[in-house]
């Protein structure tokens, strides 16, 4: 299933036909509940990641066969959204995501609707699909349930600016007549501006990388700064499996390895616009 995705904008969007939704700070996923079993796909990548989040796939079982759910993967801790216990399951070995399911309980926080009953529903305008979902998941109890969603923007902006304590990233904003196609669809704003850069190699080993060498959209390729546990082991997961090139290096002239991979991350703007290595937040 190839997914929706947001553009950023600086302003938030008003006019009539618009919908808010709070965005979560978690992994996006699609969930297929099919006749027998129940499938979790990686979002942009389009990995099967069901052993890793099998307490949703368990869940997951209570939907009607021939649905197809879209939405984010989150972890809350002590009332906040938690990126690192979701990357640290994320990342985890199937054994060791079963005695994580126990410590950090995964929550579905569901936006769209893709298939109802066996039908593919991808080009029905948002708010049928906005009634479809909300008719999948009536008394559905946690850790499956639809997002916020409001046609209002007072209410979206209080949203924005009160539950950024809990880690809310910031708004993502549809069209109710939408269809639900592959790209930038949609638009979002967030507290945190950050840009996605595509990955063409690393530092240290592939199975432990220090730092990633990336792309920036303006073409430009940098080392990051060093990564943190959780993105070091996402990565990982890309690099192992990847064609290795010879030692190359930056235009700045840092050495890096090549890594031919499909691989994009997420790292800060203004990181980027002050200085020539960047900041990986996560792994996209």
């Known amino acids: 299933m190839e997914v929706a995705e947001a553009q950023s904008v600086r302003v938030l969007p008003r006019g009539p036909g618009l919908r808010y939704e709070p965005k979560l700070d978690g992994h996006r996923t699609i969930l297929w509940r099919g006749d027998d079993v129940v499938r979790l796909q990686a979002g942009r990548s389009g990995r099967d990641v069901t052993a890793v989040w099998a307490d949703l796939a368990w869940a997951g079982m209570a ?10 993967v989150v972890i809350m801790r002590d009332g906040v959204l938690d990126f690192g216990a979701v990357q640290a399951r994320a990342a985890s070995t199937p054994a060791r995501a079963r005695l994580l399911a126990e410590q ?10 893709l298939a109802h009953h066996g039908e593919d529903v991808r080009s029905r305008p948002y708010d049928e699909r906005r009634a479809l979902l909300l008719d999948v998941l009536a008394g559905q109890p946690p ?9 209002d923007p007072e209410v979206a902006l209080l949203w924005y600016s009160s539950l950024r304590t809990i880690g809310i990233e910031g708004l993502v904003i549809k069209r109710a007549s939408g269809v639900y196609r592959k790209g930038r669809i949609w638009t979002k704003i967030r507290h945190a501006e950050t840009v996605d850069a ?6 240290g080993a592939a199975t432990r990388p220090r730092a990633l060498a990336v792309r920036l959209p303006d073409g430009r390729i940098t080392l990051s700064q060093r990564l ?11 690099l192992v499996a990847s064609a290795h090139g010879p030692r190359a290096r930056t235009p700045a002239g840092d050495a890096f390895t090549p890594a031919d991979v499909d691989l994009v991350v997420e790292v800060l703007a203004g990181t980027t616009a002050r200085h020539a290595v960047v900041t990986v937040t996560r792994v996209r």
């Open 63 to 72: 939907l009607e066969p021939g649905t197809v759910l879209d939405g984010e």
């Open 143 to 151: 850790p499956i349930q639809p997002v916020l969603m409001t046609d």
């Open 228 to 238: 943190t546990a959780p993105v070091t082991a996402a990565a990982a997961l890309h």
């Open 104 to 113: 950090l309980p995964a929550h579905y926080a569901v936006w769209d609707c």
């Open 198 to 203: 595509v990955v063409v190699g690393y530092t």
